[in-house]
């Protein structure tokens, strides 16, 4: 196994793609079809209740790309299965990426049919990467634009992601947690997200933890002697109520010892009613400074609902609703081909049609500085508006150093703050109108031209 990663992923592996790019690798070899490619990334269309989605994965894309190669170990496999042809196959061990890629910067706000990456390089190399280029983006896209609407339901309320146990794989959990905090999320409990990527941890202690002890109050005090800077308890192991006296009594004892109790948390029953009455409990012994935290397969229309109410609520765990995106679980995205030697390409499938050529995305402001519409159009145009697509890696090489999570926040952030009202809803149902994406009069032409020509 080889022991380089890729920003955080276990390895780079060219056999993780689909059979038929590498039989197409040989047919285009063979063919001598390496002439300059266009692919491009985008979103066909947003799922029911969304109105807006945040580019995510870039970061570990370039990174794979940067070191994506073929083993011996790995051409012999090839070999042996009888599929290739050793010329192919010596094409293979030389493989690298030399391409151009240009793309959103991560945590930019998009919306349907607007790439967000476009990859130029000769065929063979813009073919092969299809599957992880989908793979990589999809996912952290859809837990980012997930954990964006979660900190729309809780604009100042403690989030952190603990789905790692719910998650698909070991790496979909660690990829889930990078995009939760992109995405808005304050930190997770993923401890290898923090060693990846330097996210913000944060923990408490397990039911089975209560359990061993045997004596509920025994546990708080030695947790809290171990761990002084981060006495956070869980207390809905037997009786919620009867812990909270248990804390309030326990927090005046380390008082005298320098300790505070920074926190409990609820995991389960009816979080509102039983956040109120800890929260009175709590209050009542003096307790002010101690948060109230719960947890326990929440979504952000809960959380919504939390915040509406005026539950005296300061921080969510989430894990489920947000590590597997519980209530649409993928996005319909595409990778496709958009211009082959010079030549645009469409594909005018029923319900899957593109717009062909080197496309650019360009955003208009109102007065107010929200976001009013954005224009599809060809590269070569001239439009008004901020150019979305940037240059990010050329022949292969990155153009700049790896971003931090902290400027990745700061443009999620704007972005969110740009979101018309009509685009802040989490409900389905509500009545919204929809952001418009025009299609440019050259992008439009175009595709006519390409259309009468196909026929």
Known sequence: MKEHRAAGLEQVNPLLTDLYQLTMLQAYYSSGMEETAVFEFFVRKLPAGRRFLLAAGLEQLLAYLQELQFTETEL?????????????????????????????????????????L????????????EPIAINLLHFQTLIASKAARFRLAAPDGLLVDFGLRRAHTPDAGLLAARAAVIGGFDGTATVAAGAAFDAALYGTMAHSYIQAWGDEYAAFAHFARV???????????????????????????????????????????????????????LDAGGCQ???????????????????????PIDGYGVGTQLDCSADHPYLDCAYKLQEY????????????????????????????????????????????????????????????????????????????????????????????????????????ALAESVDREAD
């Open 289 to 311: 400074a101690i948060r109230v935290l719960v947890s326990g397969g929440l979504d952000e229309h809960e959380i919504a609902g939390y915040v509406a109410a005026g539950a």
């Open 341 to 444: 030697a010079g030549r645009p390409c469409r594909k005018r499938s029923t319900g899957k049609a593109t717009w062909p050529g080197r496309k650019q995305v360009y955003r208009n402001l109102t007065d107010s500085g929200l976001f009013d519409d954005d224009v599809l159009a060809l590269e070569s145009e001239s439009q008004a508006g901020k150019a979305l697509l940037q240059p990010v890696m050329r022949q292969g090489q990155r153009l700049h150093d790896s971003e931090t999570t902290e400027a990745i926040q700061q443009r999620v952030g704007d972005g969110l703050a740009r979101l018309p009202a009509s685009l802040r809803h989490l409900q389905a149902d509500t009545d919204a109108s929809g952001y418009e994406v025009r299609i440019s009069e050259e992008l439009r």
């Open 118 to 129: 476009r990859v130029t390089a000769p065929l063979p190399e813009a073919q092969l990467i």
């Open 227 to 281: 761990h002084p800077d981060n006495a956070v308890l869980l207390i809905d192991t037997y009786d919620t109520l009867a812990a909270t006296d248990k804390v309030v009594r326990l927090a005046h004892e380390l008082q005298q010892e320098g300790i505070a109790i920074r926190a409990v948390r609820i995991d389960s029953g009816d979080l509102d009613n039983l956040s109120r009455q800890v929260r009175a409990k």
């Open 76 to 116: 012999q496999w090839l070999r042996d299965s009888g599929r290739f042809s050793d010329a192919c196959l010596e094409r293979l061990a030389d493989w690298r990426f030399s391409g151009d890629v240009a793309a959103m910067p991560e945590g930019s706000v998009f919306f349907a049919n607007e790439p967000i």
